[in-house]
């Protein structure tokens, strides 16, 4: 069969067989074969450049050397591929790599509780171990923020489709405005935003006619990723630390996509030196493979046998992929290569953006990098922030991958172009991303004009 048969069959039938919830596979019709570190091939045998990497997920990249090597030896030793939660030798040497690495006070002495798979399973797992450790049942929010699609997770999650999902106002949720420079909801913007943010938290625990009880924990990501690669300010995460500690709220930060050096450093809260009660981490966590994991305060392990449990918790490979991934990062300090490489893909992103006057903000921490598609037409804002435009980033979203490279969009409205390449992409590589999107930018403002009948 010719390649470009072969994808077309098994797009179509991906369409027919699967969901209509399906997510990337609706945006990207790429057919994957072969991948070995950023780069992809599709069964039509064109080639990609893979900025998506499993949103996050793959830290080192498609099928890296030393993790198929591991991966391979185990599979031929005879260990079991599934345990339940009983220990093994591949996840003992896994736990021990992992608590050498968590931030602050939690390296070394954390509990760790193994979930099922998927990040929104260890975001359920931190709203109920804070609220068991507590006895309190609130929980508060950001604006904005992504957790998960499970109903506390979609709870937490600030779009629609999530946090007003039926069954989800079963979880009492506080909501306050994260500090979003470029649409800031105070009208600031900059560091007083997020000023003003913390501000609001403290009032609303300290007025004794606020209407909100002290919750039993704060959950928020330092930088939001399906959010539109929204950085929190230092400052501000600083303050939600100290507001917190203060009242004996509960400090939970999601590094579900932020952790394992995507950010410059190995943990997103690591930069302003906060370190949470608890700590949420998938993705990446797992060398690729499905894991997910909450990391906490010892006095705060107050849960029964299981009061927190679920079938697939002990998978053997994840394991193994997840200790090499963690040392390897670690060892050959990709966090700090992350965020050198970030910049300079940013500077280039400025560079590209000047000539069109589209892109309204450049912006993220590290290989977590977002760029906010605007209308340079339309009226700005009292900070002057021009209005999203999500018709030009749809379509440069389809030119970058008609150049070969594979990205997504997030933000509101999907008008954030986001770049999350595998930390191991090298510089040859990053001057390609930046050529495929200068190339596609033209294509994608001619294409928007003619869809407007501009």
């Known amino acids: ?30 057919a994957p074969v072969r991948a070995a570190g950023a780069q992809v091939t599709g069964a039509d045998g064109r080639g990609y450049l893979d900025c ?21 030896a185990v599979l031929s030793s005879g260990a079991p591929l599934h345990a339940l939660d009983m220990i093994t030798p591949q996840k003992d040497a896994f736990t021990e790599e992992l608590l050498g690495r968590l931030p602050g006070t939690l390296r070394g002495d954390a509990r760790v509780h193994f979930c099922s798979p998927a990040g929104t399973d260890a975001v359920e797992a931190a709203l109920k171990l804070a609220q068991n450790a507590t006895g309190r049942r609130g929980i508060v929010a950001f604006t904005g923020a992504y957790h998960g699609m499970t109903l506390g997770a979609s709870a937490v999650s600030g779009p629609p489709r999530m946090s007003g999902a039926v069954g989800a106002d079963a979880v009492p949720v506080t909501r306050l405005p994260f500090p979003y420079t470029y649409r800031c909801p105070f009208g600031v913007g900059g560091e007083q935003s997020g000023e003003l943010s913390a501000r609001l938290f403290e009032s609303l625990l300290t007025d ?39 009242h004996g709220v509960l400090l939970i930060i999601d590094e579900v996509q932020t952790g394992i050096g995507r950010t410059g450093h190995f943990w997103a809260c690591e930069r302003a030196g906060v370190t949470p009660d608890i700590l949420v981490t998938s993705k990446a966590v797992g060398g690729g493979l499905p894991m997910a994991l909450i990391a ?55 560079e590209i953006g000047a000539e069109h006057g ?9 290989l977590m990098i977002g760029v906010e598609v605007v209308d340079p037409d339309g009226t700005p804002d009292r900070l002057g922030s021009l209005p ?31 770049l999350l390449p595998p930390l191991i992409l090298s510089d040859e590589e990053a001057e390609r991303v930046l050529g495929h999107i200068a190339a596609a930018l033209p294509k994608a403002i001619a294409a928007s004009r003619v869809e407007r009948g501009a």
């Open 52 to 72: 998506l990497s499993g949103a996050g997920t793959l830290a080192l990249g498609h099928n890296h050397p030393e993790v198929v090597a591991a991966l391979q």
């Open 208 to 246: 004794p006619s606020s209407g909100v009880g002290t919750p039993a924990a704060v959950i928020l990501e330092v930088v939001q990723g399906e959010g539109g690669v929204v950085e929190g300010p230092d400052g501000w995460l600083r303050e939600i630390r100290r507001i917190t500690a203060e």
């Open 388 to 418: 999203a435009n999500p018709g030009l980033a749809a379509a440069l979203r389809s030119a970058c991958l008609d150049e070969g490279l594979m990205l997504e969009l997030g933000g509101r409205d999907d008008t954030v172009m986001r």
């Open 358 to 366: 589209v892109f309204g903000q450049v912006r993220g921490r590290g």
């Open 296 to 350: 906490y305060r010892p006095e705060l392990d107050t849960w029964r046998p299981g009061h927190h449990t679920g079938t697939f918790r002990g998978n053997t490979l994840a394991m193994v992929a997840g200790e090499i991934t963690l040392r390897t990062v670690a060892e050959q300090q990709l966090a700090e290569r992350a965020e050198k490489l970030g910049e300079r893909l940013r500077r280039g992103l400025v």
């Open 1 to 30: 069969m010719p390649n470009g048969a072969l994808r077309a069959q098994l797009l179509d039938r991906q369409a027919r067989r699967e969901s209509s919830a399906r997510t990337y596979a609706s945006t990207l019709p790429v």
